[in-house]
């Protein structure tokens, strides 16, 4: 099979989808590799890395678009880059179309295969590829929110840690899944008051266990939240709904209750965010303020640490693209059902459940 990866071209995204490692895998396995001039650049890859691995480096993305059966990515394409793709070929990537009925609308048009990486399972009902970023996502939601709370940044002037005899920051994490997990691990190392809430018992009781008691745990309700947020300093969105809209958890009339300066750093936000206010952002202007709370909504958060970042997504996603590359993708789609669970788009249509009831199809 003939396999591409370009370079990425949203805002300040330098992750890349295929390492020199993964490509020599697939050259190994006697497969055509071909990689966009600079795509790795941005983590200080060189064209010559991918060179000597055996990939074939083209100048431009339309040269691979159009050398490619398979085109590997990290972000979902943007317009110039769904304009390439032609009926038969196959996008692997992040998609998260439930909050994007346009690209949703030109995968499509397109004609081509589109597997999102986000909805791919596991047999015990995880989402393996997702859970690399989700742990970038919330380790450095709780980084970005300290960073925030900052008076420099817009903030209430408060350090999240707190000092003797002045208390810390208090911090509630809506959601225990992997992003929210780990969002409490840094909220928690930094000395802040963390709360998780989740309406998963089993979730609860396993944060009880892994913080030793030093972590509240609160089983999630209107009230619950609402009661919290008066004296919450800093709101941790990682709510998450496989292929699906996230529930928007905080409403805009629920800011009044919130203190002035407080923080609200939206993880879910590539799923059209938990926050009733939230729109996306990106690393050039990240925050926005609505009614005195600063929002922190930006959609592709992990490329901001893209080397840590590229080589724990390539890790999970390069054994999928082997597979694909070695069977065949309809053969491994029809084998898989955890595989075919990541299939998005085919024919002009889309398959997903969850993603065709939040696009009203």
Do not use: W
Not at 46 to 52: M, Q, R
Not at 54 to 66: C, E, I, K, R
Not at 75 to 80: D, M, N, Y
């Amino acid at each position: 099979m003939r396999v591409g990866t370009v370079k990425e071209i949203k805002t300040r995204e330098f992750r890349v989808g295929l390492t020199p490692a993964g490509a020599h895998e697939l050259v190994v396995h006697g497969h055509e590799v071909f990689v966009e001039a600079g795509a790795g650049a941005g983590i200080g890859l060189h064209d010559s890395d991918y060179a000597e691995a055996g990939a074939t480096v083209l100048p431009d993305a339309d040269a691979v678009f159009a050398s490619s059966d398979l085109i590997v990515k990290v972000k979902e394409p943007q317009a110039q880059e769904i304009a390439r793709l032609r009926p038969g070929q196959t996008l692997f990537t992040y998609l998260h179309l439930a909050a994007d009925p346009a690209q949703a609308q030109g995968l499509m048009n397109s004609g081509a295969t589109a597997i999102a990486y986000e909805t791919i399972t596991d047999p015990a009902g995880h989402l393996p590829l997702l859970a690399p970023m989700s742990q970038v996502a919330g380790r450095m939601a709780a980084l970005v929110g300290a960073q925030y709370l900052l008076k420099p940044s817009g903030g209430r002037g408060l350090l999240m840690s707190g000092v003797p005899g002045v208390p810390p920051a208090k911090v509630a994490i809506l959601g225990a899944g992997v992003s929210g997990v780990n969002a409490a691990e840094i909220a928690h190392g930094l000395r802040a008051d963390v709360a998780v809430f989740d309406i998963t018992a089993d979730k609860l009781a396993a944060i009880d266990v892994q913080f030793g008691g030093e972590v509240r745990t609160i089983y999630s309700s209107r009230k619950a939240l609402l009661d919290f947020l008066p004296q919450a300093d800093l709101v941790i969105g990682c709510v998450l709904v496989t292929g699906a809209a996230a529930p928007k958890l905080i409403r805009r009339e629920d800011l009044k209750l919130m203190k002035r300066g407080a923080v609200l750093v939206d993880v879910a936000i590539d799923q059209g965010g938990c926050f009733e206010t939230s729109h996306p952002t990106t690393h050039d202007e990240p925050t926005f303020e609505v009614d005195g709370v600063i929002h922190y909504c930006v959609a592709n958060m992990p490329g901001a640490a893209p080397l840590t970042s590229t080589y724990a997504l390539a890790a999970v996603t390069l054994p999928y693209v082997l597979r694909m590359a070695d069977q065949g993708v309809e053969a491994y789609l029809a084998a898989d059902l955890h595989f075919a669970a990541g299939l998005n788009i085919a024919k002009g249509q889309v398959i997903h459940p969850a993603v065709k009831a939040a696009l009203g199809l």
